[in-house]
T-cell receptor, first 109, second 114 residues
């Protein structure tokens, strides 16, 4: 079955530590996206990529970085520069109606 | 102009009732309007979508009504069931450069009482 796989489901980060969230898709979609979701709020765009080796900042890119070396993969790194990283992170792919992964819940400990 | 305003923030409906969620937008460049359903701890799933050349779209118990002149659209859930209890997001999509981007509303938490 085609879909998007995010891992891990839960992630704990210590202060000053970088962590990387994985996102893999087998839908053959060119476009991939990372969103952040905070409780009671909508989805905010962090980064997006339309093709391999190219990506663009979204509305809240500060403290995050991405890479797109393969069409299937779009990992997100939450750096120590992100002061409030505790959130639910969602990866999506597609062009009109996106397909979302099941998310990674990141908590700072 | 990028915002999509969604209301209400929360909604409680009796089983069998009609749930109505409203959204409004400003940017006339939006050309695709999907609705997503999200259960706790899961990613949003595409529920139903409409393009602005259509005033209504129905899929089973779910209907989108679209008013282009008012720049408003709404989701109606007929015969609401406890299994419909979830958070619903409206969204609006447009092309920016070579990219198509979605702008999401803030979400509506729907509770359907048994």
């Amino acid at each position: 079955d085609g879909g998007i796989t995010q891992s891990p489901k839960y992630l704990f980060r210590k202060e000053g530590q970088n962590v990387t969230l994985s996102c893999e898709q087998n839908l053959n979609h060119d476009a991939m996206y990372w969103y952040r979701q905070d409780p009671g709020q909508g989805l905010r765009l962090i980064y997006y990529s339309q093709i391999v080796n190219d990506f663009q900042k979204g509305d809240i890119a500060e403290g995050y970085s991405v890479s797109r070396e393969k069409k299937e993969s779009f990992p997100l790194t939450v750096t120590s520069a992100q002061k409030n990283p505790t959130a639910f992170y969602l990866c999506a792919s597609g062009r009109g109606g996106y397909t979302f992964g099941s998310g990674t819940r990141l908590t700072v400990v | 102009q990028q915002q999509v305003k969604q209301s209400p923030q929360s909604l409680i409906v009796q089983k069998g009732g009609i749930s109505i969620i409203n959204c409004a937008y400003e940017n006339t460049a939006f050309d695709y309007f999907p609705w997503y359903q999200q259960f706790p701890g899961k990613g949003p799933a595409l529920l139903i979508a409409i393009r602005p050349d259509v005033s209504e779209k129905k899929e089973g118990r779910f209907t989108i009504s679209f008013n282009k002149s008012a720049k408003q659209f709404s989701l109606h859930i007929m015969d609401s069931q406890p299994g419909d209890s979830a958070t619903y997001f409206c969204a609006a999509s447009r092309i920016t450069g070579s990219a198509r981007q979605l702008t999401f509303g803030s979400g509506t938490q729907l509770t359907v009482l048994p």
